[in-house]
């Protein structure tokens, strides 16, 4: 008797295996056109301000470049870690394999966390990197100012990175940028609730397809030249009704103005 089950559970597993239908059920995704996701290569010449946060040499977050020894970033890129020790900021490529110039590699002398930050829903998602040394600006490396107020809804918006270009996707090797249209806070909570603070800003596209994802998170948001945002969480990457959400950098300016100046000359006057 039970030899007769165990041929009939070898066959049924055989049959299963063998059976073209079983393998039609995997899920087909949407295929999106590009990278970040939805996005297009581009040069760091055109988005000099970006960096590459790396932790043991490997690529963990975008940043920006705010002065020749400080970057604007995530709160939540290094809050989990004890110090600054194994993090490195290269500016200056396109490429975040194979550089594509003269790329500029700092060590991280310290990190400041924005004091209301709030893991739970990523409030106040913003932390500045002081770095040990200088960077030398040139075309592919250059700051960028801190925009003054968030634009109106609707409004064309950028975001660049070297982000998986899917959810659970792969890090893209060239600089991804992504144009993406603001969506009102109003409007944003539908997605996102009491999750969603006066201090994040949403972007996206009707219909989705276009994002931020991981490996994005840190980077800018750009409008009119300046930083308006600072990639931090959504639900998924580029999905239909969910826009990304990024720190607002208007309601953190404030802020990071009193830090960098408090820190203007960490890692700069070694001899006094
Ligand atoms: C992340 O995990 C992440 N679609 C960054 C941005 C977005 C989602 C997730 C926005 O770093």
């Not at 396109?94 to 209301?116: C, D, E």
């Not at 300046?226 to 953190?252: F, H, M, N, Q």
Request: proline residues 5%; aromatic residues 8%; hydrophobic residues 35%.
């Amino acid at each position: 008797m039970s030899r007769i089950l165990v041929v009939f559970l070898v066959l049924g597993v055989a049959c299963s295996l063998a059976d073209p239908i079983n393998r039609n059920d995997e899920v087909t995704l949407p295929q999106l056109d590009g990278r970040i996701v939805g996005g297009l290569d581009t040069n760091i010449t055109f988005y000099p301000h970006q960096i590459s946060m790396r932790y043991n040499g490997n690529h963990r977050c975008g940043g920006s470049i705010y002065r020749n020894n400080q970057i604007i970033s995530a709160a939540h890129c290094v809050n989990t870690l004890s110090g600054p020790e194994n993090l490195t900021i290269v500016a200056g490529s396109s490429n975040i394999w194979y550089p594509t110039g003269p790329q500029q590699q700092l060590a991280v002398r310290k990190f400041i966390i924005h004091p209301n930050y709030r893991k739970l829903n990523n409030d106040y998602d913003a932390a500045i990197l002081i770095l040990d040394g200088e960077f030398e600006f040139n075309e592919a490396v250059q700051p960028i100012e801190l925009a003054k107020e968030r634009p109106e809804h609707d409004t064309p918006v950028t975001v660049t990175g070297w982000g998986t270009t899917t959810e659970d996707g792969y890090l893209s090797d060239v600089l991804q940028e992504v144009s993406v249209n603001m969506v009102e806070n109003t409007q944003c909570k539908s997605a996102y609730s009491i999750m969603l603070t006066s201090r994040m800003l949403c972007a996206g596209v009707t219909g989705g397809g276009k994002d931020a994802c991981q490996g994005d998170s840190g980077g800018p948001l750009v409008y009119n030249n300046t930083l308006l945002g600072i990639v931090s969480w959504g639900t998924g990457c580029a999905r239909e009704k969910y826009p990304g959400v990024y720190a607002s950098v208007p309601d953190v300016r404030d802020w990071i103005i009193k830090t960098v100046e408090e820190n203007e000359f960490v890692g700069k006057i070694d001899f006094l």
